[in-house]
Structures are given as C-alpha cells and as structure tokens.
C-alpha cells in the first residue's frame, strides 16, 4: 500500500463508523417500533436487512430512548477490528429490555464484539461519578439515533459533575495513566509497544483531551493530533495484517505494518512510532503541570533570578523581562542549563521564543556556549526532561546537525530500552555522577553525549563515531588536543567491557593490547566511567555486578602497565576457592544465584557443569573460568528458566556426580531439546569467530548465538570431540543473545596454528548450534 493509500485508513475508520451508525439505525428503528422478526439478521453494509418500510417508526416510537455510541465508535475511529461500546439512555420506558435485546442480539450474531449497558440518564450520571471508564466515555459521547434530547442531558450532566468534581476526577485520572505506564512501558522505547495503553499512546491522548473537557488544560494541539492519527493509522495496518483487533505491535508483523503504511521497513516504521510517542509523551507531561498547578494551588508569584538574561517564575523558568533571544546565540543552553539545575521545566512560551528567534550558533562555538552546554550535561538526570524539550522544539538539530541522524532512531534490541538519541542523553546524565573521579569531566561529558552518534551511519558505529566526534568537537570549539581525546573516547568506547567479558585478564597479550590502544591513564579514566554510564543506560542486560567487577580488574590492570609497572601476576585463588579444593575430588558452592565449581583441572570440565545446570533448568547469564595452577575455578551466575530454582542439595549432588565422572547429563539434555519450543521470532544465524593476535598462548574462539538451554553444554563438548581444552572462557548473555568466548588449547596445551584444523573446529562448533 502507498502512502497516499495508508493516509485512507482514516477515511476507511470514518466510512465503517458510518456504516456501523445506519446499521445500529436500522436495529433501533425495529426494536422500537414492534416485535422483533429474527429472520434478516445482518451487520453494516448489508443490503435488506432492515428495510426502511418495515423498521421506520414513527416520532412517538422513539421518544424516550435513545442509542449513543462511546469509546472508538463515539470518535469515528473505529480499526477492523474494534468492538462496539453502547449506552441505551432511557426515560424509564417499561419495553426498554425488549428493546436492548432487539439490538444487542443482532449485533452479537454479526460477530462484533460489544461492551452495552441501558441506563435512565441519572443512573449514567451516577455510573460516571465512580467509574472513570465510564465518565470517560461519556463526556465524548456521540449520539446515534433516538431520543437526541436525552444523549444531551446526559453528556451535558456527566461534563458539569466532571468539571466540578476536576480536583479529584483529575487525580484519579493520572492514576490510572501512572498504573497503564507502569504496566506497559514507554511506547517510543519499546521493541514491542502496546499502542494503546503504553506511555505515549492512544490512551494518553485521550486522557488529555478528558482534561481539556474539565477546562484545565488547552485541547492537545496539531502536532499531538498528528502523532494520535499516526498511532491510529499503525493500530489501522496491525488489525489488517494480523485480522483481529491487536493493540500490541510485535516484532514479527512490523514488516507488514510498514508496508500497510507505505514505509520502507520496520526500522522506518518505529522511528516514526518513537517520535510520535514521544511527542505524545511530551505533551502529556505539559498538561500534567498544568493541573497539578490546580491541584496543588499556584506557585509563588515573583521572578528569582537563575542566570544571565533567565529567571524563575510560577515554578517554571522563563526569559527576564527585557530579553532578547535574537541577540545571544548562547542564551537558549544557557536557559537550559539554568533550568536542569534548579530541577525546573523550562516554560513552553519560553521555549517556543527560543527556537523561533534564537540565532544560529557561531561555528566554532564560543567557549561561554561550549561550557554551558557542560553544565547542562552535568546536572545529571535533571537535564534529560530539558534536553527532551529543546529536542521537540527542534533546538538541538539545528545546535548540533548530525543529531538528526540519530533522533528517534530505534534499536531494535532487547538489551537496549531507549532510543538511540534518547539512550545518549541518558548516558550523559549517568556519566555526571562520575565528573569527581576523572582529570577532564568536561571531556567525559561530551563523550558519553556522543559515544554512539555513529549509530547513524552505515558500518561499525564506533569507527563511523570517531570521524562524526571529530567534526562535532571541532564545530562546539574544542582545541584539537581535546578533539582527539574525544575521538579516541568514542572509537573505544566498547573496548573495555568487551575486552573485560570476552578475553583473558590473565593474558598478558590482553592487558597490553588494551594500554596500546588507550595510551594513556587520562584515557583510561574516562572510558572506564563511560563503560558504567554506557551499561546502565543500555538496561540491566548489559550492566551488572560481574561486568563491573570484570572492568574494574582489566581498568587496574591497564593502569599498571600505563604507569610502566609490571603486569599484575596471575591470581591465586582466594582463601575461600582454596578451602573448597581442599575437597581433593571437587567442590560445590551455591549461593542463590552463584554457583562455583573448584576441582583439579581436567578437560570437559566447564561444559560438562553447564550440562548439569541446564538438565536443571537453570540458565546461565554469565561465567568465568580460569585455571590456578592444577586447579579449576568455575563461576557461574545462573536464574531459573521459570519457577523456583531447584533444590541445592540436589544440584550440588549431581554437579559433584559430574566432577567424579559418574552421571552422564548427555541423555537429560537430550529429553529437554526434543521438549523445546522453536523460537518464536526468527533469529540470526549462529556465528564463530576465531579472533586472530588475540593471545599468544591459546586460540580464542568467540561463539554468537541465540540462547538456549544446553548452549554452553554444546559449544562445550563439540570442542571436547575436536580434542580442545577450553583454558579459560567469558560467557555472557544480553538478553536472548549469548556472546561467549572461549581460550583452548590442543591436547599439547598449544594454540591451534594449522588452518585446516582451525576451518574444521569452526564448522563443528556451528553444527553443534543448528
């Protein structure tokens, strides 16, 4: 479908409301006018089923009683597949069930779901008073056919109690918006998004225009009525690709949804859906101020001065009297900045006058803007509504250009939960807790802003963000010193948390190669608080106690050897894995959701314990092995697939069976595989990777694959019937993805140098994956 023809979606709603309003005619005109024939029964836009000559009654047959339509049929927006919502308004005519039944069992029969009720209009008045779905409904209420004197009172009643009742009826209201977050998530930043109820979606419009109907709040404006017809045009195309009435639009019908709508693709379609349901969202929060203003009474009048030429008033921050946003290119960060750090909205007329009348930015920009775009950054987490402001009134695209390429970009990963633009300002905002511990928190600032810009560009995202840092350090005026640390900052941005989780610490070939790169303790220092900011903004997939613990060890390796130290010897193992070993034979330990295996080192044994854990239905998020001397350590961090976990005892005694040679886990994983349900979405094909100039005493194999149960087990002992000994290995999963890497050695303890060999290992460990 073309664009032109997506755009008749809102056409084709209003065409099957018509539709739908001469069909609900016809039934009502029959109902009220005599006995109830069964036979022609039929829906909207069937021809005969009630004729005019039969079912015409006359002005007497429907005094009294009246059909109004509420929900998506009271709006004109009915989707393919929206229910029917009724109200039956009666004077308190003693046929009236004879009535609702004449026209509520042919629209069951027609197959239309349908939510009814019939209420005299004091009974609707009183149902609105406590229900908040039903006031809602019916202060949009749009009469059918009928009695038009009754739909009257009753809307005209139902808005008079609302806006007198606006202080409670409205906290009531953003309860139930704050629980539909809750529950939903944030429409722009969902792989997944429910388009109705998530934050951003149709129901937060909604929500808005009920405000409007309280007179607290202006009606929302052309943009958020554009964005609401986008949702409706989506929702429009979901129910026609999947042919029922779906408000969640799931990974593996955004492809089709697009091309209801005209667009190139998925990727297309949720950068659209992303802007939309932040504009959306933005909104929302605009009208939120405005009535909590009414619910908590009005802010202190008077003007306290924040900054240059910018003062607080009515709780918001606006321009001092007398300023001109046309002479002072800076002023529109500088009003920013003010704001984010006195944890205060910046005004929308405010903002408004800004974008419209701020003049362009000197390039190279002046060092009074370049520092207070820093301090805007460095106000933390108060700078991200800010920055989401100035992003909606089109500030930062013309501040910084290639931002456009980035804004609303998706990523379509379950690891990640926002935006790419969105994600950078989150980043930037963690990075701030960090601007104590490093020489150059402006630098550190700037970087966690810009770190994955190339993210907008064809190719590797840190190569492409290298050369996009530089342009964008030299235009806010960095000398070039401070541009190459930047570049250097955002080309590297991911190489210590993936060196840390996908290499040997104890390798002394990985410590240099990672001081070669950074080249300098100031470097260092900023990429290591990068790495936390980054992790945490990417979602709790990709940041937790182990990483860290990973990073902070390769950070003070790194260190070390940038101050012309030694590398750090090869750890011993602790007072705790040493008393474990004591066991001779091997040892357990579990600690809810640690799992450590000490005993003497042999092949097979970290695959063979993985086996253990997966027969058991735990799923291993992370582990590390690594040899001290004759002796393995094995941890594992692990969760229950579903469920509670098992019972330790039991897991313990049969990773002990496994360690003595006396279980086979073989069979058990083979009864899981053939209980397994294949994925419910396709998914990349596996890939293995034999990372060259990675170690000089092992092969280092990197495996990338969808997680499954058993997929240690299997990568494991393929390696295992290639004669392999896995040395040491990180294992990690994001999300439904395990990246895990492994360092083996043939049966001489040597690394694989034959190529023939290294081809064969490859193809056994992907067979292994199919």
């Not at 609900?24 to 909207?44: C, K």
Request: net charge neutral; glycine share 8%; hydrophobic share 45%.
């Amino acid at each position: 479908m073309m664009r032109g023809e997506a755009r008749s979606f809102a056409a084709a709603r209003k065409d099957r409301a018509a539709d739908i309003d001469r069909w609900l005619t016809d039934l009502f005109r029959t109902a009220s006018a005599g006995p109830y024939a069964r036979e022609g029964r039929g829906g909207p836009g069937t021809k005969g089923a009630f004729p005019d000559e039969r079912g015409a009654a006359g002005p007497n047959g429907i005094s009294g009683v009246a059909l109004v339509a509420v929900g998506s049929l009271g709006r004109a927006e009915l989707a393919p597949g929206s229910d029917l919502d009724l109200v039956l308004l009666h004077n308190g005519r003693d046929d009236v069930g004879q009535i609702a039944d004449r026209i509520w069992y042919p629209i069951w029969d027609s197959g239309i779901g349908l939510d009814h009720s019939v209420r005299t209009v004091d009974e609707a008045v009183k149902v609105a008073r406590e229900d908040l779905k039903a006031v809602l409904g019916l202060i949009q209420a749009r009469h059918v056919v009928g009695d038009p004197e009754l739909t009257r009172a009753a809307r005209e009643a139902v808005l008079a109690e609302w806006r007198a009742d606006s202080r409670r009826r409205l906290a009531e209201l953003r309860t139930a918006a704050d629980k539909r977050a809750e529950s939903n998530g944030e429409l722009a930043f969902l792989l997944e998004p429910d388009l109705k109820d998530a934050r951003g979606g149709l129901r937060d419009v909604q929500a808005m225009q009920a405000v409007a109907a309280a007179w607290v709040a202006s009606a929302p404006g052309p943009r958020v009525r554009e964005a609401y017809e986008l949702l409706l045009d989506i929702r429009h195309g979901l129910q026609l690709v999947t042919a029922r009435g779906a408000d969640r639009l799931v990974l593996q019908e955004q492809d089709a949804v697009a091309g209801t709508l005209g667009m190139l693709d998925a990727e297309a379609l949720m950068r659209r859906l992303a802007e939309a349901g932040r504009t959306i969202s933005h909104a929302f929060d605009a009208t939120w101020r405005t009535v909590d203003r009414l619910l908590t009474g009005p802010a202190p009048r008077g003007r306290r001065p924040l900054a240059d030429g910018v003062v607080e008033h009515g709780g918001e921050v606006v321009l001092a009297r007398g300023v001109n946003p046309r002479n002072d290119p800076a002023l529109v960060l500088r009003a920013a900045a003010a704001a984010a750090e006195a944890g205060l909205p910046l005004a929308p007329a405010t903002v408004s006058a800004l974008a419209a009348q701020s003049p362009p930015m000197p390039v190279p920009w002046p060092e009074e803007a370049r520092g207070t775009l820093v301090a805007l950054l460095g106000a933390g987490r108060a700078a991200v509504p800010v920055w989401e402001e100035l992003d909606q009134a089109g500030v930062l695209v013309r501040l910084i250009p290639d931002w456009e390429r980035v804004r609303h970009r998706p990523q379509r990963n379950p690891v990640h939960r926002f935006t790419v633009d969105r994600h950078l300002i989150e980043t930037a905002a963690g990075a701030a807790a960090f601007t104590r511990e490093v020489s150059r928190p402006d630098l550190l600032l700037i970087s966690a802003l810009l770190h994955d810009i190339g993210k907008g560009w064809p190719g590797d995202h840190s190569t492409t963000g290298e050369v996009v840092a530089r342009d964008i350090g030299a235009r806010i005026g960095l000398p070039p010193p401070d541009v190459e640390i930047l570049a250097t900052v955002v080309r590297h941005h991911l190489l210590l948390p993936e060196t840390a989780t996908r290499r040997d610490l104890d390798d002394p070939v990985t410590i240099s190669t990672v001081a070669k790169a950074v080249g300098s303790r100031e470097v260092l220092e900023l990429l290591a608080a990068l790495a936390v900011a980054d992790g945490n903004a990417t979602g709790p997939a990709a940041w937790n106690a182990w990483k860290a613990s990973l990073v902070s060890d390769l950070v003070r390796r790194v260190r070390s050897v940038l101050s012309g130290s030694s590398p750090a010897p090869a750890p011993v193992l602790s007072a705790e894995q040493a008393a474990l070993a004591r066991h001779g034979g091997g040892a357990v330990r579990i600690n809810r959701s640690a799992v450590t295996v000490v005993a003497p080192d042999r092949p097979g044994l970290l695959w063979r314990a993985a086996g253990v854990l997966a027969a058991h239905r735990m799923v291993v998020r992370a582990a590390s092995a690594a040899s001290a001397g004759s002796t393995a350590v094995i941890d594992f961090v692990v969760v229950p697939e579903y469920g509670s976990p098992p019972d330790p005892a039991t897991l313990e005694a049969d990773l002990r069976l496994v360690l003595a040679g006396r279980l086979d886990i073989e069979q058990r994983l083979a009864r899981r595989t053939r209980s397994m349900r294949p994925p419910r979405v396709p998914v990349a094909p596996p890939r293995v990777t034999l990372v060259d100039d990675a170690s000089n005493t092992a092969t280092v194999v990197e495996v990338r694959a969808h997680d499954r149960p058993g997929l240690l087990w299997r990568i494991g002992r393929a390696f295992g019937e290639c004669g392999l000994d896995v040395r040491a290995a990180r294992v990690e999963t994001l999300g439904a993805e395990a990246v895990d890497v492994f360092y083996v050695v043939d049966r001489t303890g040597r690394p694989i140098t034959d190529e023939q060999q290294r081809l064969q290992v490859r193809e056994h460990v992907l067979t292994a994956l199919r």
